[in-house]
């Protein structure tokens, strides 16, 4: 294929950028709805850097493919996730992820 | 008899499995739902299973007869299965079926199993009718007569081994049969453990046979045997014995000197232990007089007709193997003659039935490996079989005796003891009478059977010897074998003995006739749980039992009476065939049936065993001193218990205490071994008690838990349960991990070549690296304006004793550098076996694999 026009350090540095963001978003809030948003943010960069590196070795497809398995295992963690903090907000009537430290120990 | 060669072929005799697993239905059916069939369905069952292999076992022994014509051995064999194979390290194979074979030699101990055992099955459901037990004990009984079947028709070790440790396991369920009495369940344990040393002897034997011969089944041994002779180092056991060199001198050399046996000897002395645990002989009989401890029948079955003379029938078996060694067959005899007098010699001063019982068949025993060890292997099988008629009818009539005692007391101890009884034979005349016969044999009356196979015993051990083997022995190994031969005395050594235990047995059993059966009855006086007050005057009870008795006080209570027909029928075919199968082989009136029937079986053996010459003509000579050791034997107790009225046993416990009560004590046997061998054992155990409780327990256990524990408590401060606190390390594991990678690093792995000066470095690869080197050491990079490379590997060569230093700089894709320096040396050419000398800086390390073979990126445009 012809790279013309193509550079992928363009896209590892979108997905460093989309990656920081989503962990700094992790570390600072204690919403759990937006620590969870966070979450996807790391996983779509991590998609993002395996479809450009994929671009660039064409002989297979295998990041593309990773990059399907990755966003069906979000759905799944979503799915999952989303429950846990619903079964959370009923215990204590709120989304605060300080909250939750009684599984410690 | 046509019928049954056509339906059964020699090669595929499936009669045989009949015979075996018909008992094994019994004990299954019996065990499994003998409580809700009832003791009427239980004992149908178990008698018709015993009576239908007795049938099949008669019908067996008579093709055999058939079959076997001349010189030739007829052996019926039934294949089962495959059971293993072993492949041998010389890439052969030892194949081992489930096989059963039967010929002259186990055809007739078949016979003797079953139809005793049939006989003594009988008995136990008129003894054993009212215990709660009853179907457990038919059930054992049948379980041991399937094992008794496995161990004597198996056609190769490993199988008869099978029913080897199945004899053992019944008579230890036997023995221990009234286990609420601690003192029961410890004489099977006893006889269990016993057996266990004597079983340890028997795999070994195993063991070597399979290695030298090739084979554990009959006929493979037997093809294999010659390997036998091949000499085999014993000592010493490493190179040599280290703390011999602390004495030194001819001490050292002496002791250090190799000794050779022939295998034939190992494999003889192992199989040895093995019999002699399970035939009770010196030093392993200490089980048998305690295992009389189960019920009656059991003793008679199983501890004196049976089991208990397997030993005997697995040195007959293997009598090919074991007259390749001399010393082995000496060890034997020698074993043998002793035990016969030991035995007899502790029964003189025994006051239960049993017990005396026991220890004489332990002298029996004693006298059947006599005659193994000398080669008279079919006058030691001969005594086999009449032993196991006149033992087993001595011991069912001692339980008929028994069985009457308890009218009167209803105490084990007092009911089996000698003191207690005498003029049974006004109350029990066919006990007696049958009583009589098995006396009579056993004492060696002329013309029963104990009469003729002892007399045989007795004349072949004196006349025959074992050949050292003609082929003996050169030695590969460039040691000389000591070879054993026979020295002439042993013969009339083992004759003295064994005529001087003939006297002991006649002695010892009239004593035992006249104290149960004649005089007056002494159990009238006896009060429940009635015991003698010291052991020490046991004696004078024979005589003066009846003076405290006033005969005009008239007697209260039941009286001993005759035993039910099923007790009395057993005891009537047994006293017959104690009293009349001697003419079975009687060589004195030149009857030789016996003989002629199990030659072809010991046919290879008895190459091997020669006669001394001129013999012949003591054959009366000899006849005359077993007459004269009956006679005088019988006299004796004769004289001291009836004329005398005990008075002179009396006088001689009161001359010796102490000799007469170390008798009684069994001469301490088991004292010795409580004291030294279960001694050892125990401080042993205490020993690993120890280690358990302050080693594993404490120290590996308690210590580990507890180093786990706290540094559990110091971790558990970083737990702190916030999601953030985890997710911050996690990026800073991240970030640790990325900057491992940003960072190049300059190593490379070393092939040094000291011979020929050669030496190569390979530089670790990584993703974008670009290498560049300086080879010679100028201070330079080598290359283009000392730009950075592709290369990754270099080579050099250096002169002897050169030095040399060489730098590798390693560049990644993000620009950074790491450089290195490696120092090579080639030493002097090598004396000592030195290798290569490298001076790396820190030791070279091998880069992971993964990370060389990633793809390297294309040039970027």
Redesign the interface.
């Known amino acids: 294929m012809s790279?013309l026009g193509y550079?992928v350090e363009q896209y590892v540095l979108l997905a460093g950028a989309l990656f920081t963001l989503g962990?700094i978003g992790?570390?600072?809030r204690?919403n759990v709805l937006v620590?969870l948003m966070s979450i996807e943010l790391m996983l779509n960069a991590v998609n993002l850097m395996l479809v450009a590196f994929n671009r660039?070795?064409m002989a297979d497809q295998n990041g593309q493919v990773f990059a399907f398995f990755i966003i069906a295992v979000a759905a799944a963690e979503v799915a999952v996730g989303l429950a846990i903090v619903l079964a959370f907000y009923r215990l204590k009537s709120s989304v605060q992820?300080?909250e939750?430290?009684?599984?410690?120990? | 008899m046509q019928a049954i060669e056509a339906l059964f072929p020699a090669q595929n005799y499936t009669l045989l499995a009949f015979i075996v697993l018909l008992p094994l239905l019994g004990a299954a059916v019996n065990g499994i739902f003998g409580k809700r069939l009832g003791k009427e369905a239980v004992s149908l069952l178990a008698l018709s299973v015993m009576f239908v292999s007795f049938a099949l076992a008669v019908i067996t022994f008579l093709a055999l007869g058939h079959a076997q014509e001349g010189e030739e051995a007829a052996r019926f064999v039934w294949k089962g299965w495959e059971w293993f194979r072993l492949t041998r390290s010389d890439g052969g194979t030892v194949m081992l079926d489930v096989a059963f074979s039967v010929d002259a030699l186990n055809g007739t101990m078949a016979l003797v199993v079953t139809g005793v055992g049939f006989l003594i099955h009988l008995y136990s459901v008129s003894y054993m009718a009212e215990d709660p037990g009853f179907h457990r004990f038919l059930t054992y009984l049948n379980l041991f007569i399937f094992s008794m079947l496995v161990l004597i028709l198996g056609d190769s070790l490993p199988v008869l081994f099978v029913g080897w440790e199945g004899v053992g396991l019944c008579s230890y369920l036997l023995i221990g049969f009234w286990f609420e009495d601690d003192k029961n369940a410890a004489a099977g344990k006893k006889a269990f453990v016993t057996n266990r040393i004597g079983d340890f002897g028997l795999l070994v034997a195993m063991g070597l046979l399979l290695y030298y011969t090739g084979g554990l089944d009959w006929s493979s041994i037997d093809n294999g045997s010659k390997n036998l002779l091949t000499s085999v180092q014993v000592w010493p056991l490493g190179t040599h014995v280290p703390a011999a060199s602390l004495i030194g001198g001819s001490f050292e050399h002496w002791i250090n000197m190799p000794r050779y046996v022939s295998a034939a000897t190992l494999v003889g002395l192992a199989l040895f232990l093995g019999c002699a645990g399970k035939s009770a002989q010196l030093p392993l009989y200490v089980w048998l007089p305690d295992a009389m401890a189960g019920p009656t029948p059991v003793s008679a079955l199983i501890h004196a007709a049976t089991m208990v003379t397997a030993g005997v029938y697995l040195l007959c078996r293997l009598s090919f193997v074991m007259v390749l060694s001399p010393a082995a067959m000496a060890v034997v005899a020698v074993t043998g003659a002793l035990t016969a007098m030991f035995a007899a010699s502790i029964a003189f001063a025994q006051h239960d039935i049993k017990k005396v019982l026991a220890y004489s068949t332990v002298s029996q025993l004693g006298y059947m490996f006599l005659g193994v060890g000398v080669g008279a292997f079919s006058a030691g099988f001969f005594h086999v079989l009449t032993h196991a008629f006149f033992k087993a009818c001595m011991f069912l009539g001692a339980g008929s005796v028994i069985h009457a005692m308890h009218a009167r007391i209803h105490d084990t101890d007092a009911s089996q003891d000698m003191r207690n009884m005498g003029g049974l034979r006004k109350y029990m005349p066919i006990t007696f009478w049958t009583f009589t016969a098995a006396w009579a044999a056993i004492v060696g009356f002329p013309l029963t059977s104990g009469f003729f196979s002892k007399d045989e015993i007795l004349l072949k051990a004196y006349t025959s010897f074992i050949k050292v083997p003609a082929t003996s022995l050169s030695d590969g190994a460039g040691g000389s074998m000591e070879v054993f031969a026979w020295p002439s005395w042993l013969g009339t050594a083992l004759y003295a003995i064994g005529i001087l235990t003939a006297l002991m047995t006649a002695f010892y059993m009239t004593r035992l006739y006249i104290g149960t059966f004649f005089g007056e009855f002494k159990g009238w006086k006896i009060v429940k749980n009635f015991k003698e007050p010291t052991h020490e005057h046991g004696h004078d009870d024979h005589g003066h039992g009846h003076a405290h008795h006033d005969p005009s006080v008239p007697l209260e209570g039941p009286t001993p009476h005759e035993s039910p027909w099923q007790m009395w029928v057993p005891l009537a075919v047994l006293g017959f065939l104690a009293a009349f199968a001697g003419w079975l082989n009687a060589p004195l009136f030149h009857i030789e049936t016996m003989h002629h029937w199990l030659e072809p079986v010991f046919a290879k053996a008895s190459a091997s065993v020669e006669l001394i010459e001129g013999a012949e003509h003591l054959e009366y000579v000899f006849l005359g001193a077993a007459i004269a050791a009956f006679a005088g034997g019988s006299g004796i107790a004769y004289w001291i218990y009836v004329l005398q009225k005990g008075k002179p046993a009396q006088s001689f416990v009161e001359a010796m205490p102490g000799v007469h009560a170390l008798v009684f004590d069994k001469w301490r046997v088991d004292e010795l071994y409580e004291e030294y061998v279960i001694g050892a054992v125990d401080s042993l155990a205490e020993f690993f008690a120890w280690a358990d409780k302050w080693i594993v327990d404490f120290l590996l256990a308690r210590v580990t838990a507890f180093l786990v524990s706290t540094s559990g408590t110091a971790l558990?401060f970083i737990?702190?349960?916030?999601?953030?606190t985890y997710?911050?390390v996690m990026?800073l594991g991240l970030g640790a991990v990325g900057w491992f990678f940003v960072t190049p690093r300059a190593e490379a792995t070393l092939d040094s070549n000291d011979e020929s000066g050669v030496y190569s470095l390979t530089a670790a690869e990584g993703l974008g690296y670009s290498y560049r080197w300086d080879l010679n050491n100028d201070g330079k990079w080598d290359g283009d304006k000392g730009s950075f490379g592709s290369k990754t590997q270099q080579s050099l060569n250096l002169a002897v004793k050169e030095n040399r230093t060489v730098r590798l700089e390693v560049k990644n894709a993000f620009g950074r550098t790491a450089v290195r320096s490696f120092n090579f040396a080639r030493p002097a050419p090598d004396r000592s076996g030195f290798t290569s000398q490298l001076e790396a800086g820190p030791a070279p390390v091998r880069r992971a694999q993964d990370l060389r073979q990633l793809?390297k990126?294309?040039e970027?445009?």
Request: charge should be positive; hydrophobic fraction near 35%.
């Open positions: 790279s550079f962990s992790f570390l600072v204690r620590q660039q070795y992820s300080d939750a430290d009684q599984l410690r120990h | 558990r737990q702190t349960g916030r999601v953030q997710a911050a990026v793809p990126p294309q970027m445009k």
